[in-house]
């Protein structure tokens, strides 16, 4: 029942109640963008949704305009050149994903989910194996079991392994943890940056540790 329908329903309550009591944060957001750097207050980017469909996540933009075009394409960590001033505070405490609540209202994100991978990144998804395809049997979250076992600083390959726990494990009481323990990730700005490979060759396959204190993580079958 939570999963066919509730979850759905508190989604939709959940993004119309941070839409309008949060009006004065996106207001003001808006106009810190637009003066601090040249180019539109909203990034959207393409990204893997439920069933691999392709759809566009909105942000608060925090790179100079092009920044998909410079180096890697990929955020690097906070001494990436390509993020503006305003940007890093924004990155900082995760407001930059506060335009999501939109995807989340239209049907494309949930609350709690899967991070949405990027079209080319980790991998296209004609590269994910069977098993891999499995995190996209729901719908994508602004945050996950993998954020708050890591959140930037897990390699890929492990985030999908955990992903696909939470989407075996899916249920009121996971999220209800999920939401508790991000709260405190992000007000200590914790695991906020990318300290290692993202794409790991040979690829990571242990558990972190600190998942190890959640009930059956450590399954060899996660």
């Given at each position: 029942?939570?999963?066919?329908?509730?979850?759905?329903?508190?989604?939709?309550?959940?993004?119309?109640?941070?839409?309008?009591?949060?009006?004065?944060?996106?207001?003001?957001?808006?106009?810190?963008?637009?003066?601090?750097?040249?180019?539109?207050?909203?990034?959207?980017?393409?990204?893997?949704?439920?069933?691999?469909?392709?759809?566009?996540?909105?942000?608060?933009?925090?790179?100079?305009?092009?920044?998909?075009?410079?180096?890697?394409?990929?955020?690097?960590?906070?001494?990436?050149?390509?993020?503006?001033?305003?940007?890093?505070?924004?990155?900082?405490?995760?407001?930059?994903?506060?335009?999501?609540?939109?995807?989340?209202l239209k049907g494309d994100m949930s609350l709690i989910g899967p991070r949405p991978p990027l079209t080319y990144h980790p991998w296209p998804i004609e590269e994910y194996s069977d098993e891999q395809l499995r995190m996209f049997?729901?719908r994508p979250g602004i945050t996950g079991w993998a954020q708050i076992h890591g959140r930037k600083d897990v390699e890929w390959n492990l985030r999908i392994r955990l992903n696909n726990w939470y989407v075996d494990h899916l249920?009121?009481?996971?999220?209800?943890?999920?939401?508790?323990?991000?709260?405190?990730?992000?007000?200590?700005?914790?695991?906020?940056?990318?300290?290692?490979?993202?794409?790991?060759?040979?690829?990571?396959?242990?558990?972190?540790?600190?998942?190890?204190?959640?009930?059956?993580?450590?399954?060899?079958?996660?």
């Open positions: 029942m939570y999963r066919r329908f509730f979850k759905r329903f508190m989604d939709i309550v959940l993004s119309v109640l941070i839409l309008f009591f949060l009006l004065p944060v996106y207001l003001v957001t808006a106009v810190a963008v637009k003066l601090d750097s040249k180019g539109p207050v909203i990034f959207k980017q393409k990204r893997l949704g439920k069933g691999g469909k392709v759809f566009y996540m909105y942000k608060f933009r925090s790179m100079c305009v092009g920044a998909e075009q410079r180096g890697s394409g990929v955020y690097s960590g906070q001494d990436d050149a390509r993020v503006t001033r305003v940007g890093r505070f924004l990155r900082d405490t995760s407001i930059d994903e506060l335009p999501q609540a939109w995807n989340i049997d729901v249920s009121l009481w996971l999220d209800m943890r999920i939401l508790f323990m991000t709260f405190f990730k992000v007000m200590s700005n914790a695991d906020n940056a990318n300290l290692g490979a993202t794409v790991a060759v040979p690829p990571v396959t242990e558990i972190p540790e600190t998942a190890g204190s959640m009930t059956d993580v450590n399954r060899p079958d996660v």
